[in-house]
């Protein structure tokens, strides 16, 4: 590459430029040397509690000790790895969970029994509260939902 | 290739007039002579002041004051990824951000820069070396381990001792008569708020000094003819020069900062006592052998009383140099004042060397 660069201005004006270029490129590759030498462990610091949220989203399953005992017609908010979640107990006593971040524009939602959907007060974005399906508003997808097992004492929740 | 950068160089120097200033720093000229090597430490001192900046900045991503202190340091020692270097980086450059300064001063002292019109450079020297040891007082004790905490008492226990005033000047810079969570949150506020505010625009008016009358040249170089004074251009030779040794500034950081890491020791403990050993950081280690000598050569709060009285006596002469030392206003070698620098190194070395000595 040093070749390359330093050829034609050589062949143009002699040995001087040559040797100036193959200067200007060495201390250009040092430079750049240093900058990632101090960029790199800038970047890493920076970047230690996104690396680490990574590592903690990466759970396949959450266990909700007691959450077997909520009532029915009720909602539970957990965390699934560093994300909200919410396990949905029915009146009709089947159990859902969804991811709780709204799709259009990421707030958290909330269970509405009274009106029967789960609803987003951002942008009034609405959900069915038994499939995750966007039923109302911008809301462009439907909650990503998630496989629940109810057991006496917990209630494990996996992904789909 | 060549049409694009020129044309841009072009736009940008029309709006932001770029060509003047590097005609004037062109046109600018550096003395050089057998004592320029001592030019540069003003530079390294800046060099090393930015660095603090940005390793500051870095740590107060992480850094939480008051009753987490010591958890967030730890948390940045052990857990975040190369947060041991930066935490260290800034440790280490403060430490030689100090050195530079010293060295700085005792070359503008025995080249004798500070004669007129060169007053206010050495007065706002002073300033700025006075703010950096607050600095580095204030910053030592925000990690909240053993060592900062009783270095942080006894060191409030100095202006303590004044008589009247002394008690209550120290409660209000701790927040309280113990050193604690109040402390280190007032610390913060003081080592990354005040402080900088207070620094960065004397360092500006301090920078400006120096460009305004130029660098100062020692009697000796005063003395030779104008036609054999020799200088060269501050852009590019000085500056390459200059960034040269940033470079190496830089090399010694990071060697220093990786090889040896910043210790983070325990967490302090109202009821712990001391641990043995315990000593001052390097930079008040001579005050601290002065305090120490009094107090055993004068009864009880005498000594310490005389220590202090001595010290600040030494910083006012010291201040006021410039004023008194009128043998080499006229351009003269002025020897009185060559040996009130070497007396004030020779106090400032032996009584360091004598505090290590007596750990």
């Not at chain 1, 989203?57 to 965390?79: C, H, N, Q, Y």
């Not at chain 2, 030689?96 to 002292?109: D, E, G, P, Q, W």
């Not at chain 2, 950081?281 to 009094?294: A, D, I, N, P, R």
């Amino acid at each position: 590459m040093n070749d390359d660069t330093a050829t034609p201005e050589a062949a143009d004006a002699g040995n001087e430029l040559g040797r100036r270029g193959f200067l200007k490129l060495a201390v250009g590759a040092v430079g750049a040397c240093y900058a990632a030498a101090i960029g790199y462990p800038v970047y890493k610091y920076l970047a230690s509690p996104a690396e680490a949220a990574a590592a903690m989203s990466a759970v396949k399953e959450v266990s909700l000790k007691d959450a077997d005992r909520i009532p029915a017609g009720t909602a539970l908010m957990f965390k699934f790895g560093t994300r909200p979640a919410m396990l949905i107990h029915h009146a009709d006593n089947t159990w859902v969970a969804f991811d709780a971040v709204c799709t259009h524009l990421g707030c958290t939602v909330q269970f509405d029994p009274a009106k029967g959907h789960i609803s987003c007060a951002c942008h009034g974005g609405e959900y069915d509260p038994t499939t995750g399906r966007n039923i109302g508003g911008p809301p462009p997808r439907p909650l990503r939902s998630f496989v629940v097992k109810v057991e006496t004492g917990a209630v494990l929740v996996s992904r789909a | 290739m060549n049409n694009r950068p020129t044309s841009f160089y072009a736009w940008m120097d029309t709006r932001l007039g770029l060509s003047d200033v590097l005609a004037f720093a062109k046109k600018k000229t550096v003395p050089q002579h057998r004592h320029s090597f001592w030019y540069y430490w003003g530079g390294i001192s800046l060099f090393l002041f930015l660095l603090q900046a940005v390793t500051g900045i870095l740590l107060l991503v992480y850094y939480r004051p008051g009753p987490e202190a010591y958890e967030s340091v730890r948390q940045i020692t052990y857990q975040i990824q190369f947060g041991w270097l930066v935490r260290s980086a800034h440790s280490w450059s403060g430490n030689l951000m100090l050195v530079a300064i010293f060295v700085h001063m005792f070359s503008v002292f025995f080249m004798k820069a500070y004669r007129t019109p060169r007053e206010f450079g050495w007065w706002t020297g002073l300033a700025l070396l006075l703010l950096t040891m607050v600095f580095g007082f204030s910053g030592y004790l925000l990690p909240m381990n053993e060592l900062a905490f009783f270095a942080t008492k006894v060191g409030l226990e100095i202006p303590g001792s004044l008589p009247l005033i002394g008690e209550s000047i120290s409660n209000l810079v701790r927040g309280g008569p113990e050193v604690s969570e109040y402390t280190v949150q007032r610390f913060f506020a003081l080592h990354v708020v005040v402080l900088p505010a207070l620094f960065i625009p004397l360092l500006g008016l301090h920078l400006w000094l120096v460009q305004k009358h130029g660098n100062a040249v020692p009697p000796s170089e005063e003395a030779k003819p104008a036609a054999a004074r020799r200088t060269v251009p501050f852009f590019p030779n000085f500056v390459m020069k200059d960034l040269a040794m940033w470079l190496i500034a830089l090399n010694v950081l990071a060697v220093l900062a990786a090889m040896f890491p910043w210790d983070l020791g325990n967490q302090a403990d109202l009821l712990k006592p001391a641990p043995a050993g315990i000593h001052p950081e390097w930079y008040f280690m001579s005050s601290f052998q002065v305090l120490k000598l009094f107090g055993a050569w004068f009864p009880g709060a005498v000594g310490e009383g005389a220590g202090i009285v001595l010290f600040t006596l030494g910083l006012v002469l010291w201040f006021l140099l410039p004023l008194y030392d009128s043998s080499s206003a006229s351009g003269q070698r002025a020897r009185r004042a060559t040996w009130f620098g070497f007396l004030a190194l020779g106090v400032l070395l032996v009584t360091t060397i004598w505090g290590y000595a007596n750990l």
